[in-house]
């Protein structure tokens, strides 16, 4: 196992011609995809990987300056892919994993066949001309309050994220791997993604991408999803599906596994939906 496939904990499995590398995004690790693995692995090979502040990574290896914009995940993905060998993949990335895809198709558009975008948002806050869902002061308040108690924080964070009460598995799960994150880092990463504007980035995208959105989901209006579509510089399409919540994929893997599976085998020229 080469240096980057170890710092990133990266996983291959099953078989395929085409390969499918999955994403994940802020508080989570590559477990939130457990239920769409196994879909996956008879048709194609799957890589799964842990981004670098996630629980299972080595903290030590958390680079505060380099990971203070998405340029740097999006350089970590790139070089998975080359430690790989891969020349060509369907990328599905999640959140601030799904941005990163975005960048790291401007650099390296031949590496990507397609992006699928799940609950993406290139801003998050608010502006004159764009509705991203939070005003500055709701992030300064979030960022406050994960400095005075960060497990107090994760109670309140995890169930809104989620759209369920503590008792449900996929919120369980959820705080389960935002504890596992170290406070710091945690911290740093939350105010990159709150804070980041990558709207810009979005014209110079040329690789089809597939936007795939909750109807109700608390950190990302279906607003821009339909932003994300009229602003990318390639072919889109978008799907809002009936579901609650920020992570479908944990929250509600029945409806959402489906859709993904749909996304991932057919392209948008074709009778996708």
């Known amino acids: 196992m080469g240096v980057v496939e170890e710092a990133h904990n990266v996983k291959v499995v099953g078989s395929g011609e085409k390969t499918v590398v999955l994403g994940h995004g802020f508080g989570t690790d590559q477990s939130v995809w457990k239920h769409l693995i196994p879909y996956l692995v008879d048709d194609y090979r799957v890589v799964v990987y842990d981004n670098m502040g996630a629980g299972p990574t080595n903290p030590d290896y958390f680079d505060f300056e380099r990971y203070a914009s998405l340029e740097g995940y999006a350089y970590d993905l790139l070089a998975i892919l080359e430690e790989l060998q891969i020349d060509s993949c369907i990328y599905l990335g999640h959140s601030l994993s799904s941005m990163t895809g975005v960048i790291a198709s401007i650099f390296r558009p031949d590496l990507f066949s397609k992006l699928i975008l799940l609950s993406a948002s290139p801003r998050f806050i608010n502006a004159d001309d764009y509705y991203g ?141």
């Open 133 to 273: 869902g939070f005003e500055k002061e709701d992030i300064d308040q979030l960022s406050q309050a994960m400095e005075s108690n960060y497990k107090s924080w994760i109670d309140g964070f995890a169930p809104l994220v989620i759209g369920g009460d503590m008792d449900s598995v996929a919120v369980q799960e959820f705080s389960r791997t935002l504890f596992n994150m170290r406070p710091d880092i945690a911290l740093s990463v939350f105010r990159t993604i709150f804070t980041f504007d990558l709207r810009h980035f979005l014209s110079r995208v040329t690789v089809p991408c597939h936007i795939i959105q909750s109807s109700k989901d608390l950190a990302v209006p279906v607003a821009v999803s339909e932003y994300i579509h009229q602003n990318l510089g390639g072919k889109s399409i978008v799907e809002v599906i009936s579901t609650e919540g920020h992570l479908p994929q944990l929250s509600a893997p029945e409806v959402t596994v489906p859709v993904l599976l749909r996304h991932i085998s057919h392209d948008i020229s074709s009778d996708i939906v």
